[in-house]
């Protein structure tokens, strides 16, 4: 079992950053490809940036390709998603996910990830 704690979100304006972080505990966070996703009211859930097990691989939604970056630190089983010129559409409760990959498997699909956290709202305002 693997627990996750989202922390970070809040209120910002338009054009501004926030730092996003999800700490694991449990088991063996280096054996974890993780992943962000978010969900905005009456919308489905949406893959936003993902991140290997090691080497640093990553992949991002075309949305916020260029404005987030995501990275881990396996030593503090931490992954973070960097988020730079927010936009009011980017407005959503935002998920950490973990998937049992392999060592350079970016997972993008929700199916991919086996252990969700509870979210964190992010919320932008125009």
């Known amino acids: 079992q693997v627990q996750l704690v989202e922390s970070g979100g809040g209120l910002v304006q338009a054009g501004g950053s926030l730092r996003l972080s999800c700490v694991a505990s449990g088991r063996t966070f280096s054996t974890y490809g993780m992943g962000w996703f978010r969900q905005a009211p009456g919308k489905e859930r949406e893959f936003v940036a993902a991140?290997?097990?090691?080497?640093?691989?990553?992949d991002y939604a075309a949305s916020v390709k260029g404005r987030f970056t995501i990275s881990r630190d396996n030593a503090k089983a931490t992954v973070y998603l960097r988020m730079n010129s927010l936009k009011p559409e980017d407005t959503a409760v935002y998920s950490c996910?973990?998937?049992?990959?392999?060592?350079?498997?970016?997972?993008?699909?929700?199916?991919?990830?086996?252990?969700w956290g509870q979210g964190t709202q992010v919320t932008v305002s125009s």
């Open positions: 996910a973990a998937g049992s990959t392999s060592l350079l498997t970016v997972p993008r699909g929700e199916n991919e990830y086996d252990y």
């Open positions: 991140i290997s097990r090691s080497h640093g691989r990553t």
